[in-house]
């Protein structure tokens, strides 16, 4: 691992960097109203299986045809044009707009979109949506293809706020284009679309209902197998995740967890089926939590969807979405082992996600508990390497001299985190001499931190409210595993520490030589 990290570099970001060859899209030279006939096969049988509302081919063509089309055919350059495939689907424009959707996302993921390709992508999720939400949509899609519409409306509104924001090496065209078209991936634009998708869904009633025992929605994932449509309601439940994303990259992270409230996070859910939604739905929960100083709560979902990872993400190494999931895995170790230096849980750490954080940040983790300028260091470099990029999403003053402040917002965040961690800066003494002691006087700890009684009645109150947060029911909860009072000047010292039981080791062991010698038994010997 890179001893430094750039925030501004495109590898942190969850999309591949575009190749070199990659172009400018449109600009490759290629013929965009040609179309192979593997693409109109592609196009006419993907056009039939959603009439017919046959999901199960729908993924298979969204899944697999159109990446093995996308690496073998259309690796440097877009696909065929939308105006050249109309004819072979009876000119829908539904389906026109789905093929819209995915023509602009793979020109994201391998090429590099153009200002005008920006805003024509921005146009059709506006008219995809609007169909959506005020038209009659019959469809059943696979709710991948649904998520991935949800992930990548948020994903691109990201990437053009920070294409906006890097006004310096701007051309003349592109300054106009901006200018023009000021209301692109309005930030006010992106939020009414997705709640309006979560209000029109019903999807917080049919959630409540649910509860109740009147409703089945996750026991079939979402779909309706009474020859409705799910696109609607899917579309509402994936959107109240990515609110949840947009107001983490705004910087509003009250706001973005109570949109999530509706989906119960302790639960598996929907948002576990796919395994992209379930992965950016905890980074951007554990994140928000972490930066409200919800340690415990942080902590507790990183080693959940942590040990998730671990087990399962050998499943998934075929997946167009494995470097995503490779990625968020590395940022989510990095705030966990943030959460635990500021607020030391360590019962809550599953043994093998405990093992993976020593062998990736032990060092650094030993580093940060010093609180001194190295320290400052690494919290800074594992929260540049770690959080949201960031943004601002007030258009730009587009006015001599043009200069780049994408990176404002982000600064902003890691001054706040970065003054959160110097507030803390002698918590971690006084919780090294509470931890050695049942009861101490207060002059007795003066005198080995060397302050003042009062001073550090002061310290002792800080401690008090630093590791003490508001949850999301407005209840006062304690993230750390020492706490105490005082009575006539004396601190009593009361540990939460959970005991450690030892019997759940030994029955994992057992489990795991019983599965040995059943492996053995299966083996033939000659």
Known sequence: MASSYDYDDGSYDSRPYPSSAGGQGGDLGCDPNFVPDSVKTFVVHLYRYIREKN????????????????????????????????PYVDNDHVFCLLYREMWFRHVYARLSPTGRQRVDSWDNYCSLFSVVLHGVVNMQLPILWLWDMVDEFVYQFQSYCQYRAKLKNKTEEELQLLKQYDQ???VYGVLNYLQALVEKSMIIQILEREKEG???FTATDGYDYQGGSNV?????????????????????????????????????????????????????????NLMLRRYVEATREFNKILLYILKFKQYHQKSPQFDQILKKNEQMYALLAICLSLCPQTKLIEENVSAQLKEKYNDKMLKMQSFDDEAYAVFDELFSYACPKFITPSAPALEEPLINYNQDAYRLQLKLFLY????????????????????MSIAKLATYMEVDEATLRTILMTYKHKMHAVDSDGKIICNSDLDFYIIDDIIH??????????????????????????????????
């Open 55 to 86: 999901v199960y081919e729908i993924l298979q063509m969204y899944e697999g045809s159109f990446q093995r089309l996308s690496e073998r055919m259309f690796r440097d350059s877009p696909w065929p044009s939308v105006e050249a495939v109309a």
């Open 232 to 288: 609607l309601k899917m579309l509402g439940y994936y959107s109240m995740i990515g609110l949840l994303r947009v107001h983490c990259l705004l910087g509003d992270y009250h706001t973005g967890l109570k949109c999530l409230a509706p989906i119960d996070i302790s639960q598996q859910g929907v948002y576990t089926t796919v395994i992209g939604s379930h992965i950016f739905t905890i980074y951007h929960y554990g994140f928000a």
């Open 420 to 439: 959160e961690v110097k507030q803390q800066q002698l918590l971690a003494g006084v919780r090294n001499y509470l931890k050695l002691y049942s009861t």
């Open 493 to 526: 010292v009361i540990d939460t520490k959970a005991r450690k039981l030892h019997g759940d080791y030994f029955l994992r062991q057992i489990l795991k030589f019983e599965e040995i010698i059943a492996e053995l038994d299966r083996v033939k010997l000659d």
């Open 184 to 186: 692109a991936w309005n």
């Open 214 to 216: 009147l409703e089945q």
